[in-house]
């Protein structure tokens, strides 16, 4: 856990002073991954930097697990956390293996155990010690160098990874491997991490809470979805984008918005005459068909009109099933892409268990703005 109190840093004496950071208050909790978020020069890596002791508080207090950063020995602090920055932090003259091992040997770790652990770390960020050892930063792409960076980060296993844009330097589809690869190793390690970004993609995506930074001021603390729906001001909502309904429904999955008990279900034994008329009845358009509880697809009214059989033969299958897990965003486009209104969905055993349609969708990112509507009013007031 780290903590900000009333922290400020002013750069610079006399008229030519910067407030970097104005009274700054928040706690990052223990496991979690707390996003930076900001335009440039909003004051991320200069809270980065007063945490790790690399820049002097002006006033406040820092703690980690309840102790204050600046009654500890600046190296042990160091030592607690582990520092990732863009790739261009490491060491071109020395090998993979000797930029790992910068923190274990300043900590006196002995030989076998250091390369031991090299080992552990090349294959914890998916690079192959025999390929990756003895070669120097520049024989490896963008997005290595990024990995040997967060494995330098992790070498001396720090409670804690501070790291200032690790990813920015790495063309898109790199980034989104690497940054899935970080999710499922923080999901095993389990590090509390001070993670900058200015990329509110990246932010949603890796973080469990974001602080948002305006001029060195936290703006807004919240998790991604509360930053994406109750925006606290303009500079939030402005700063979150346009194209924001898309990432609430990145956000929201199937699970959301599941309707368990349709009522225009039919049998796959039923009659068409029959179905046609319980479909009536229930004013829908369209019928889902199950047969021993799996979906086999949808008949619609007009196809039935003209039938007597079972509707199991005229059913249509839907080109995709979705499962509780998929995004809405993914749900959409796929709507649009098999122009299909709605979608089954199904367990892993392949039983039904609900549907998604179009207008839940619509409403689910309707209701996401009237929050925001309501929001921005009390502010308007206050
Ligand atoms: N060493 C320094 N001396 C003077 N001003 C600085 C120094 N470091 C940062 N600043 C200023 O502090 C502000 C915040 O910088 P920084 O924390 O690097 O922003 P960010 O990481 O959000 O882009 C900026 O106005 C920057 O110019
Ligand atoms: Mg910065």
């Known amino acids: 856990m780290i903590t900000y109190e009333s922290v400020t840093k002013i750069f610079g004496k006399g008229i030519n002073t910067v407030t970097a950071l104005d009274n700054v208050s928040f706690t990052i909790p223990k496991g979690e991954v707390v996003v930076f978020l900001g335009p440039s020069g909003c004051g991320k890596t200069t809270t980065l930097r007063l945490t790790n002791r690399l820049e002097t508080l002006t006033r406040g207090i820092i703690t980690i697990e309840d102790k204050n950063i600046m009654d500890m020995d600046v190296v042990q602090l160091r030592q607690?956390?582990?520092?990732?920055?863009?790739?261009?932090?490491?060491?071109?003259?020395?090998?993979?293996?000797?930029?790992?091992?910068?923190?274990?040997?300043?900590?006196?770790?002995?030989?076998?155990?250091?390369?031991?652990?090299?080992?552990?770390?090349?294959?914890?960020?998916?690079?192959?010690?025999?390929?990756?050892?003895?070669?120097?930063?520049?024989?490896?792409?963008?997005?290595?160098?990024?990995?040997?960076?967060?494995?330098?980060?992790?070498?001396?296993?720090?409670?804690?990874?501070?790291?200032?844009?690790?990813?920015?330097?790495?063309?898109?589809?790199?980034?989104?491997?690497?940054?899935?690869?970080f999710l499922k190793l923080q999901a095993k390690l389990n590090k509390t991490v001070a993670f900058v970004s200015h990329d509110i993609h990246e932010a949603i995506k890796m973080g469990d809470r974001i602080a948002i930074f305006e001029k060195g001021r936290l703006v807004q603390y919240d998790t991604p979805e509360m930053i994406l729906t109750q925006p606290k001001n303009k500079f939030v909502s402005d700063f979150v984008g346009a194209d924001r309904a898309l990432k609430v429904l990145g956000l929201m999955r199937v699970s959301d918005i599941i309707n368990r008990k349709p009522k225009n279900i039919l049998q796959g034994a039923d009659r068409s005459p029959d179905a046609l008329h319980s479909l009536g009845v229930k004013e829908s358009s369209y019928g889902i068909v199950l047969e021993q509880n799996k979906p086999l697809g949808f008949v619609t009214q007009k196809t039935l009109k003209y039938e007597d059989g079972p509707v199991r033969d005229v059913v249509e299958s839907y080109p995709i099933f979705l499962s509780e897990k998929t995004p809405l965003r993914d749900v959409l486009s796929s709507m649009l892409m098999y122009n299909t209104p709605t979608f089954c969905v199904v367990d892993g055993e392949k039983n039904f268990a609900g549907t998604v349609t179009y207008n839940d969708i619509q409403k689910a990112v309707k209701a996401s703005y009237a929050d925001e509507t309501e929001n921005v009013e009390t502010e308007v007031v206050s």
């Open 80 to 181: 607690q956390l582990g520092y990732v920055i863009q790739a261009i932090g490491l060491f071109p003259n020395k090998t993979i293996a000797e930029n790992i091992a910068v923190v274990p040997k300043l900590l006196r770790w002995d030989e076998e155990r250091i390369s031991k652990r090299i080992d552990e770390l090349l294959q914890m960020t998916n690079l192959d010690p025999e390929l990756y050892r003895d070669r120097y930063p520049a024989e490896l792409s963008g997005g290595q160098q990024q990995r040997v960076g967060v494995a330098r980060g992790l070498a001396a296993d720090p409670k804690i990874l501070l790291m200032d844009e690790p990813f920015g330097a790495i063309d898109p589809i790199n980034r989104e491997e690497i940054q899935n690869e």
